[in-house]
């Protein structure tokens, strides 16, 4: 058993930054070293992207080519937390954006949070 919780999203105008925060607890995140973690957004009308995600050491990192240079994804496997800095939003950034976790001996993520939603003014 195990539970993500997103937070840190909001409304913001073009150009500032917002950090999200994914919060992994319960059984299943004891080791939390052991799973990659994958943040996702879904805009109305459109479907699941995948913005970035991190290795259980943190060591290896993706971005997607949209956001790169914007967002950072980092991880303290002290707090069992992953987070996404956002910095010079645009209004295509509006979303609700999820994490998902990934043990490492799958292809699969097993675990999704509820979302956060992030609105970005123009």
């Known amino acids: 058993q195990g539970q993500l919780i997103e937070s840190g999203g909001g409304l913001v105008q073009a150009g500032g930054s917002l950090r999200l925060s994914c919060a992994a607890s319960?059984?299943?995140?004891?080791?939390?070293?052991?799973?990659?973690v994958g943040w996702f957004r879904e805009a109305p009308g459109s479907g699941r992207e995948s913005v970035a995600a991190?290795?259980?050491?943190?060591?290896?990192?993706y971005v997607a080519d949209s956001v790169e240079g914007r967002f950072t994804i980092s991880r303290d496997n002290a707090k069992n937390t992953v987070y996404l800095q956002m910095n010079s939003l645009q209004p295509e950034d509006t979303a609700v954006y999820y994490c998902?976790?990934?043990?490492?001996?799958?292809?699969?993520?097993?675990?999704w949070g509820q979302g956060t939603r992030v609105n970005v003014s123009s």
């Open positions: 998902a976790a990934q043990h490492r001996s799958t292809h699969e993520y097993n675990f």
């Open positions: 991190i290795d259980g050491s943190g060591r290896g990192k």
């Open positions: 319960g059984r299943s995140f004891i080791s939390f070293i052991n799973y990659a």
